[in-house]
């Protein structure tokens, strides 16, 4: 009995085994079905990001991920930084940047005019702006039709500039006193106003005067003015006038004189200034400065007259001023000893030194001089000073040694009283 009850113990703690045993290895495949699982999990989780969420020690490979995402927002700056090129090249944004910049700049440019515009700007604005105009200047000289060309343009410009310059100078003095006019001048036995006037200048003139009355001076007798021939007519009288004066320039009245004398004597006339060998006329002013010069002014003006003028002398001193050998001297000279018009001072070397002396102008050249003194003196004594002031330079203020001596003025001259 004993021995059955041991069998039968015996047997159940055997069934107890294998059952601890199928329990076990069930306990085991469940707990690996259970990591199989989980792992199935892990990998459709990780196909969604779950993975690096979830690692504890992140990957290498996820850091440089990481750190690629923050360069990408990073990386222009620290590329600029450095100036790399490559860089540059390579990165995404940097273009786009580039050609951001470009656009502002180039939408920037049509308002570079405006005021607030800062100076680089400006600078390429004003050479892109001076490019295209100096092509289109090009462009418009080379496309203007002769008619409207500037070339052609400004002899008419600078004809109607001569012409006013040329014009009749205005008599700046009156013969009633007022404010503007409020100095006196008497002068042939008139009072005439004038708006401004040289200190002593009455008291000089009429010392002048006073020794200019025995008119023992070339000029009275010799003068440019009056070596036309009387029994002419009055045109070649005009044109004997001209051309006395013409080749009365730099030269004394006496050779003015003689020149004029052979002039007439072979026939001081324009068809035979035409006809004359160019040779032959300047043989026959010879007395005169600069007569191959002159000669050829004769010929080239007798041409002219003949041409433009029907053969006589132009009444204007803007056509006068045309004629070869003619400046302003020579052309008031000639417009008063032709036509007895006052259109200006005709200064001489005489005229120029004297006025100086006198300080009746700080000017010492002579086309100051004229406008200077042409505002003040009385128009009416032009023609007379011109005459007065030459022959008292050519007998007593003389250029070199002036005979002060003899002088009525020496207690107003500055000359005077800085020399002596
Ligand atoms: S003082 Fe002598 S320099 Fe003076 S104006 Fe008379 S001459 Fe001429």
Redesign the pocket.
């Known amino acids: 009995m004993a021995d059955k009850r041991g069998a039968k113990e015996a047997q159940k703690n055997a069934e107890l085994d294998e059952f601890d045993l199928e329990v076990e290895k069930n306990e085991k495949a469940l707990k690996k079905q259970k990591k199989k699982s989980i792992a199935k999990i892990y990998e459709s989780d990780s196909s969604n990001d779950v993975k690096p969420q979830t690692s504890k020690k992140p990957s290498k490979r996820s850091k440089r991920t990481d750190s690629d995402d923050e360069s990408v927002i990073e990386a222009p700056k620290k590329k600029v930084a450095k100036k790399s090129k490559k860089a540059a090249d390579s990165d995404d944004e940097r273009p786009k940047k580039k050609t951001t910049k470009k656009r502002s700049k180039i939408e920037a440019e049509p308002d570079v005019e405006s005021e607030e515009d800062v100076k680089p700007k400006k600078k390429v604005a004003s050479k892109k702006s001076d490019e295209p105009t100096t092509s289109k200047k090009k462009n418009q000289k080379q496309s203007i039709p002769p008619s409207q060309n500037p070339k052609i343009q400004i002899p008419t410009k600078t004809k109607k500039l001569n012409e006013k310059k040329n014009a009749p100078a205005v008599d700046q003095s009156s013969e009633v006193k007022d404010s503007e006019h409020p100095f006196p001048f008497f002068y042939e036995g008139k009072t005439y106003y004038c708006k401004s006037l040289p200190p002593n200048f009455q008291q000089q003139w009429d010392g002048i005067c006073e020794m200019r009355k025995g008119k023992n001076a070339p000029v009275d007798s010799m003068g440019a003015g009056i070596l036309a021939d009387k029994n002419e007519s009055p045109e070649v009288q005009r044109f004997q006038n001209l051309i006395s004066i013409i080749i009365s320039a730099q030269t004394a009245d006496e050779r003015t004189a003689q020149a004029m004398g052979n002039l007439k004597n072979y026939g001081l006339n324009i068809q035979n200034m035409i006809d004359i060998d160019i040779d032959k006329l300047a043989s026959l002013i010879k007395p005169c400065n600069n007569n191959n010069n002159k000669a050829k002014y004769i010929r080239e003006t007798a041409q002219i007259l003949l041409e433009r003028y029907d053969g006589d002398v132009p009444r204007s001193k803007a056509d006068i001023m045309t004629l070869p050998g003619c400046g302003e001297k020579v052309t008031n000279l000639a417009m008063w000893c032709c036509w007895g018009e006052n259109v200006g001072l005709a200064i001489d070397t005489h005229m120029e030194r004297?006025f100086y002396?006198?300080r009746w102008t700080n000017e010492r050249k002579r086309d100051k001089q004229i406008k200077e003194i042409q505002a003040w003196m009385p128009k009416i004594m032009w023609p007379d000073s011109n005459t007065k002031i030459v022959g008292f330079g050519q007998t007593?203020?003389e250029s070199r040694s002036?005979?002060?001596t003899q002088?009525l003025?020496?207690s107003t001259?500055r000359?005077?009283q800085e020399q002596f």
């Open positions: 004297i002396r006198l007593i203020c002036p005979k002060c002088c003025i020496t001259c000359y005077y």
